[in-house]
């Protein structure tokens, strides 16, 4: 491998910034997505109301900022504002909405960059390596393999990688985003319920 990239030239090393960057974002958006983020908004949303319920709504607060979760602070939101009315409730979960689903698309705009940009920077590669085999070729006067060999491959190292890099990269992005679009639609669902439920309780 050490072989290769010195044959791929230059480019190498943007292709290796490329998935160094990417593979931290994988890690990085995993532990987000799967680990921090984990919750059962359907689940905890119906123990929430069950615990106000039962002991008040102070202990619905009390249960949300035990609970580390995008969703979990979007409740906490509408609880606080649950004495002032629907209106108030419905704005502070827009608010705290928008500052949840920014945490959870974080970094995803430059992971599905680099799906675009190693590819060309692997196709750069491809043109660098293409223009060094002619000139090979124009100093020598001949065409003889040995001579184009270098450019060839390393033009076709840089376009193998860009490849390789680009297209790992654009499965996992397309599967987080599934995972945020999910996470929006319990976060709206999980808001709307304990809205409609605090709205009946007044």
């Known amino acids: 491998m050490i072989q290769e990239f010195i044959k791929g030239g230059g480019i190498m090393w943007f292709l290796l910034a490329c998935a160094i960057l990417g593979i931290a974002l994988v890690i990085e958006r995993f532990i987000t997505l799967f680990i921090v983020a984990s919750l059962n908004a359907k ?16 202990s619905g607060i009390k249960m949300c900022q035990k609970t580390k979760s995008p969703v979990v602070r979007v409740l906490l939101a509408a609880l606080e ?43 750069l590669g491809t043109v660098t390596g293409m223009i060094r085999a002619f000139a090979a070729v124009a100093a020598v006067g001949e065409v003889e393999p ?28 397309t599967l987080y985003q599934m995972k945020i ?3 929006t639609r319990d976060l709206e669902t999980a808001a709307a319920t304990l809205i409609e439920y605090l709205t009946k309780r007044q």
């Open 81 to 123: 504002k649950a004495k002032e009315g629907k209106t108030a409730m419905e704005e502070a979960v827009t608010r705290a909405g928008v500052a949840e689903l920014g945490f959870l698309d974080r970094g995803m705009s430059l992971m599905g960059g680099l799906t675009m940009v190693a590819p060309f920077f692997g196709f």
């Open 146 to 173: 040995t001579v184009v060999a270098s450019g060839i491959s390393e033009a076709l190292i840089t376009t193998k990688w860009g490849l390789m890099i680009a297209a790992p990269l654009a499965i996992i992005h």
């Open 181 to 183: 679009n999910s996470y």
């Open 43 to 58: 689940k905890f949303t119906n123990n929430l109301i069950s615990v106000i319920e039962k002991e008040g709504l102070e």
